[in-house]
């Protein structure tokens, strides 16, 4: 009996929620008309400078805005739960566009659009939160001017920050991870041609190291292993997939380990500058009878004047 009434209210609660819908389309006149009129004003200036920007500049505001609507939408329902429907059509509408108008207003003037996607990093994300967290703060006065017979609850804008933030970050770290699989893809089918090497040192020039022959095709290395020069290290960490192998000490023995003979390291490259002496002298001893090139890596960028005439 408990189960019939638990199925017969939910099926209430359903065709609710699909018969409330059907009545928003009468609001979409006066959704445009208000749009219009609040973008005339001088807080959304910022808005004219772009538009006769390529269209992706458009199509990420105008994703960002459906974002900002869609997360207040997420947020409301999140705090109040089955009350959600108890608000009018109206009043939420009002509420999400303006917002949304909000948002868009806050990242035009903090450029958040200026960042492509592809390259998007963690420090990209800090502008983001910033803007996210101002169009919330600007957002809880609205909520006092828009609230005539009903209101928001105050601590809806906090669940917002969070909800927005995440479905902003989401698809821009995303299409970063199709971007790296695609240059990892490419970098795949030339490895064949790649000269496999060997890396010395667990530092930050290690990690750039392979990053630039990631990300470079022109660069023909594939590193195979890291060789590190402190004593301590935990078995079967890596950097960006490339496996950290032993101690300097033992290179004799991890050169050994390679079997095949097309991923044998041809060249020992040492990315770390600070490597003791007694460390250097073992290592030009065992790798003596190995038939590998060792090599530094120079610190700098390599860089020279073009002219026309080099041009040509």
Same mark, same amino acid.
């Given at each position: 009996?408990?189960?019939?009434?638990?199925?017969?209210?939910?099926?209430?609660?359903?065709?609710?929620?699909?018969?409330?819908?059907?009545?928003?389309?009468?609001?979409?006149?006066?959704?445009?008309?208000?749009?219009?009129?609040?973008?005339?004003?001088?807080?959304?200036?910022?808005?004219?400078?772009?538009?006769?920007?390529?269209?992706?500049?458009?199509?990420?505001?105008?994703?960002?805005?459906?974002?900002?609507?869609?997360?207040?939408?997420?947020?409301?329902?999140?705090?109040?739960?089955?009350?959600?429907?108890?608000?009018?059509?109206?009043?939420?509408?009002?509420?999400?566009?303006?917002?949304?108008?909000?948002?868009?207003?806050?990242?035009?003037?903090?450029?958040?659009?200026?960042?492509?996607?592809?390259?998007?990093?963690?420090?990209?994300?800090?502008? #983001?939160?910033?803007?996210?967290?101002?169009?919330? #703060?600007?957002?809880?006065?609205?909520?006092?001017? #828009?609230?005539?017979?009903?209101?928001?609850?105050?601590?809806?804008?906090?669940?917002?920050?969070?909800?927005?933030?995440?479905? +902003?970050?989401?698809?821009?770290?995303?299409?970063? #991870?199709?971007?790296?699989?695609?240059?990892?893809?490419?970098?795949?089918l030339q490895t064949s041609f790649a000269?496999?090497?060997?890396?010395?040192?667990?530092?930050?020039?290690?990690? +750039?190291?392979?990053?630039?022959?990631?990300?470079?095709?022109?660069?023909?290395?594939?590193?195979?292993?890291?060789?590190?020069?402190?004593?301590?290290?935990?078995?079967?960490?890596?950097?960006?997939?490339?496996?950290?192998?032993?101690?300097?000490?033992?290179?004799?023995?991890?050169?050994?380990?390679?079997?095949?003979?097309?991923?044998?390291?041809?060249?020992?490259?040492?990315?770390?500058?600070?490597?003791?002496?007694?460390?250097?002298?073992?290592?030009?001893?065992?790798?003596?009878?190995?038939?590998?090139?060792?090599?530094?890596?120079?610190?700098?960028?390599? +860089?020279?004047?073009?002219?026309?005439?080099?041009?040509?």
């Amino acid at each position: 009996m408990i189960k019939k009434s638990m199925l017969l209210n939910t099926a209430k609660r359903i065709y609710k929620i699909m018969h409330s819908m059907t009545k928003f389309s009468y609001l979409s006149a006066t959704i445009q008309k208000a749009c219009l009129a609040t973008l005339s004003l001088k807080i959304f200036t910022p808005f004219k400078k772009i538009k006769n920007a390529h269209c992706s500049t458009i199509t990420i505001m105008f994703h960002d805005g459906c974002i900002a609507f869609f997360a207040l939408f997420i947020s409301i329902y999140l705090k109040v739960g089955d009350e959600f429907l108890d608000y009018s059509h109206a009043f939420l509408l009002k509420n999400l566009i303006v917002f949304s108008l909000i948002s868009l207003a806050i990242f035009s003037w903090g450029k958040i659009y200026t960042t492509l996607w592809r390259f998007i990093s963690v420090e990209d994300l800090w502008p #983001l939160s910033i803007a996210v967290i101002i169009a919330n #703060l600007l957002f809880l006065p609205a909520m006092h001017f #828009l609230s005539t017979d009903e209101s928001l609850a105050k601590s809806i804008p906090v669940v917002n920050i969070f909800v927005m933030i995440s479905l +902003l970050i989401l698809p821009r770290f995303f299409a970063r #991870l199709i971007h790296d699989q695609s240059v990892l893809k490419q970098k795949r089918l030339q490895t064949s041609f790649a000269i496999p090497v060997l890396l010395v040192g667990d530092e930050d020039p290690t990690e +750039l190291f392979i990053r630039e022959v990631t990300y470079t095709p022109n660069l023909p290395y594939n590193p195979v292993g890291i060789v590190t020069t402190t004593e301590h290290f935990e078995d079967g960490r890596a950097i960006h997939e490339v496996p950290i192998l032993g101690n300097i000490k033992n290179i004799e023995q991890i050169l050994h380990t390679f079997e095949d003979e097309s991923k044998r390291p041809r060249q020992i490259i040492l990315t770390d500058n600070s490597i003791k002496k007694e460390d250097l002298q073992s290592l030009f001893t065992n790798t003596a009878m190995e038939n590998v090139i060792i090599l530094q890596m120079i610190q700098h960028f390599s +860089l020279d004047v073009l002219t026309p005439e080099k041009s040509d």
